[in-house]
């Protein structure tokens, strides 16, 4: 199972972007899929998680109201909407999905200019 992020890019701080997780191979309606970032020279750390029904979502209190969580069934893929992007933003963002093992994804870039 390889998870598919996508839509990572350079943005200037204040901006917005949307992070997609694309998972083929697996039904993210059973899973407990989320993201992760690690930025240059620092360990990978939690930012947001929504359940396996998807009737619940953490996230990072680093970004609490202003990254948010989503997923369409449909699709099959999980969202991270940022906004009001900081500099301190900037990593390489992943998509997990999780149910007893975990499947990790190559990760996307995101930038973020001062």
């Known amino acids: 199972v390889q998870l598919q992020a996508s839509g990572g890019g350079l943005v200037r701080a204040g901006g917005s972007l949307r992070l997609s997780c694309a998972a083929p191979g697996l039904s993210i309606s059973a899973y407990r899929m989320a993201w992760f970032r690690q930025a240059p020279g620092k360990e990978r750390q939690f930012v947001a998680v929504?359940?396996?029904?998807?009737?619940?979502?953490t996230a990072a209190d680093a970004v609490k109201g202003r990254f948010t969580i989503s997923r369409d069934l449909a699709k099959n893929t999980v969202y991270l909407q940022m906004n009001s992007l900081k500099s301190e933003d900037t990593a390489v963002y992943y998509c997990?999905?999780?149910?007893?093992?975990?499947?990790w994804g190559k990760g996307t870039l995101v930038t973020v200019s001062s």
């Open positions: 997990m999905g999780r149910r007893g093992i975990a499947y």
């Open positions: 929504i359940s396996r029904h998807g009737d619940s979502t």
